[in-house]
Each structure stands twice: as structure tokens, then as C-alpha cells.
């Protein structure tokens, strides 16, 4: 009687060999029996898709990965999808991987020829793996007390974008009011000023920088709030990494200063500022809307404001190099511009691609980011841009981004300065299947060092005008 054929065979870690085909993890060292936290979670994220055979209480049940909890003894992997194939294709780097990993047992498709010279090396090699497994490794108290930490991080950006919306909102209606009473001839800023209180009191610029990203923005009003909360969110801790005295008396004037930087425009024709066209340069139009600097800085000047809040004004619009046609008013040197003023010229720009025009689609924050890194030193202060890209980061909060097992998700922390700014904290939204999650993971791509962005892509090219609704239904727990 001639046996049945067997499709599948059962090998040990030092009998994989380079080209082999993998359909099952079968056996783990002893930190899989049981998981801690920390484990658990490895396994949900990176083996996504899949199914587990786990002993629970005593049950042997067969279930989806995402569902492995901590306690559970991990027996078997099975069912990879098409898009795991990199856990399945066998190759050197990938065997001392999984040596490291104290994945010891696989079941693999047979065909593949098994040297018999590695069963030599066999007890060295599982040595090895026991060794590996009871390195030293960090306590489980201090691993969940980090993951507690980014998961606060997350929960707090997202309650704060949620209460800062309705602030924005208010304070881009009040600068749209202040603008037509000035446009009536009655100078009043008052409730700007009333407003610049609350952002400091109630909101939080960070919120509202990663909300730029998230929201539409229109061309006067909520751009002068975005630019108001990135300045205040970027131009403290600059100061606090360079260790110099603000140019201001205080905070309050800092965000009033960057709130009423395009105050001048109170005094352009409402046809210029509301058309839909995107002036040619040498257009009589264009030579209207150059000259709000100059409008903004007499009107503060005659309110008797501080020389700061009216060199912002004046000044934002000057390059680096004047000789720019871009650069105006004429006749400014870069020297006499402040630091103040130079940064906010940078945060000018960075909201006015990153917001959405009337001719133009707006631009994910990461490619705004990229084409200002090859402005600077020409356009703006190189020294300013290098500080302003350590606080915002490459992926500012808020960048949606794909990674590369092709899931996606919300860039919510970026690294301190100094860090690799490609590898923030991100919360995936869509799995790599491209449906939506319910429940929210959080990988710090500091950590996950083989998880990489792959490419940012703007959220409201996927979500709309839900892009924002999307990030505040945000659930990591
Ligand atoms: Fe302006
Ligand atoms: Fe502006």
C-alpha cells in the first residue's frame, strides 16, 4: 500500500534553510507560555491576519491573531495571508530573526531538500535560542508603564484636537468680524485680543498645529489662527532648546503678534482677497495684496502696539534673499528682520500649502515639510527652518502616513529633537487589508525598528471632509 503523500512537514529552527516556505510557527521558547503584555502585542501586530492555536484557562482554541491576549500559552501560527509572505519566505538574516525571537518550530512545505549537515548544529543552535530568550530583557512593569505613556500621549492629543476645534472655529469667525469692521472704518481688536487669551488658557497649539492638517482651512481667517497656534506651538520650545530671551513681553503677545500678522488685508478690496484666481505676479491685483504688510504695520503702529507684534507684520513676507520677487516690501535688509519674525515667515508658508485654497489643493504636511527643507537658506533662515523641522518633525501630528505592510495610520507624536525624525509614534487606523480597525494599535517606530513609512498621503484626498472625524475616533487602549 503506498503511503499518502504529506503536503507539510514539521522541522526544527536549525533544520530551515534558505529558500524554504513556512505554513506554521509550532513551537515558541518559554516566553510565549504564558505571554506577558509586551509579547501579546508583538504577536497581534506583526503576524496581523493570521490565526492562532492558544491554550487559554486550559482550552486549546483555534482563533484570529487579534484576539491573542496576555496570559494566553501560544502554540501555533497559522493561515498567513498573501501580504506576509516576508514571514514565510526563509532566508538567513530571517532565521537569526526568529532565533531572536525564540521562534523555534515550524511547519514547512515539503519539496525542500534539508542538508543533513545542519541537524549537526542542532543542539547548538536550540542552546543558542534558550540563551537568547533568557538574556536580560527590560522588567514587563517599565515596558507597560512606556506603553501606558504613549497611549496617554495619544488619548490626550486627541481630547485636546476635539475641544481646540470649537476655539479655532470662534477665533477665525472673530478676525473675520474684526477684518469687516475694519473694512467699515471702526479699529477695534478687542475680541482678537479676547481670543488670544483663551488659546492660551483653554486650547492647545499643538492640537490646533496638527488640526491644520486636518481641516480645511480658508484663505484669511482660519489661516491667521493656524499660523497663531503653529507659532506658539513651534516658538517656545525653540527657545527653550536655544536657550535665548523671547522678543516678546509675554505669551500673549507671542500668539497675539502671529494672529494679526495678515491684519493688513482688512484694507484690500474683499473682490481681491475673496476671488478665486491665483493672480499672475505682475498683476495690479498682486500689487494690492503686497502691500497688507505695510497696512497691518501702520494700524498697529497707530494702536500703539509692541515693536515685535509690528515688525511680524511688516516683515513676514521679506526672504532671505530681497532680491526675490517674492520678497517684500522692497527695500528691508534680512539683518534688521527678528528671529521672531523670520520663523514666522516659515509658519506663514508651511499653513498656507499645507491649508486649502480656492486654487489650489492642499498638500499633505510631510511633502510641505520636504519642499521647505529645499527652500531654506534661500527662502528663509536655514538656522530657523533646522529648528522649526526638530519641533515639527518631518511627519508632523496629525500626517496621515502608509507603512510598509500597507496599513495606515495618524502620525500623533513626533520624536524629541535630536531623534530620528522618520520614526514617530503612529496609531493605525487601517489594517493592511485596508479595512477599517474598530480599535486602534499604536506602534512607536522608534521601537518597531522593521515597520517604516513607506509614503505620506494627504487625509483629505482619503477621507474628505471627514479626515478630521476620522482622527478624533481615534481608540488606543
Ligand atoms: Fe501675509
Ligand atoms: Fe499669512
Known sequence: MVAPKKKNREISIGDLKQGMVITAYTSFTSRYRPMDKVTSDFIRHNFRNTRAIINRNGIKQDIP???????????????????????????????KELQKRGMIGF???????????????????????EQTSNKPRKSPSIIQEKKQEKIEIVNTLIRKVRESHEVRNKTAA???NTMDQIRKGKINISEIQQFAKQIIQSASEDAMTALTGLRQ???????????????????FKILERKGTRSAFQNQY????????????????????????????????ATQILRSHPVFGAEMLARMNMPNSIIDMTHYHHVKQDTAMLSSYPAGVDFKDVLFETRLLSIVDIYQALVGKRNYKKSWSPPS???????????????????????????YPKGSLVELNDDSLGFV????????????PLVAVIRNSQGEDMAHHDIID????????????IDSQDVFGDHALDVFTSISVS
Open 445 to 456: 517606530l522608534s521601537v518597531e525598528k522593521d515597520i517604516k513609512i513607506v509614503r505620506d
Open 368 to 394: 510641505t515639510m520636504r519642499y521647505l527643507n529645499a527652500l531654506a537658506g534661500v527662502e528663509y533662515d536655514l538656522k530657523v527652518w533646522e529648528q522649526f523641522l526638530q519641533v515639527m518633525g518631518i
Open 65 to 95: 491573531i487579534q484576539y491573542v491576549s496576555p496570559g494566553d500559552d501560544l502554540l501555533r501560527i497559522h493561515s498567513f495571508p498573501p501580504e506576509l509572505k516576508k514571514l514565510i519566505t526563509v532566508n538567513k538574516p530571517f532565521i
Open 174 to 176: 472673530s478676525i473675520e
Open 412 to 423: 500623533m507624536s513626533v520624536p524629541n529633537p535630536g531623534k530620528d525624525l522618520e520614526s
Open 253 to 284: 503677545d507671542a500668539i497675539l503678534g502671529a494672529l494679526l500678522h495678515d491684519l493688513g488685508k482688512a484694507k484690500i478690496p474683499k473682490s481681491i482677497i475673496d476671488s478665486t484666481e491665483h493672480f499672475d505676479k505682475n498683476s495690479r
Open 107 to 129: 511547519q514547512i512545505k515539503v519539496g525542500m531538500e534539508i542538508a543533513d549537515e545542519s541537524r549537526r548544529d542542532l543542539k547548538e543552535l536550540i542552546k543558542l535560542v
Open 217 to 235: 482651512s480658508d484663505q484669511i481667517y482660519a489661516h491667521c489662527v493656524d499660523v497663531g497656534a503653529i507659532f506658539q506651538a513651534t516658538y
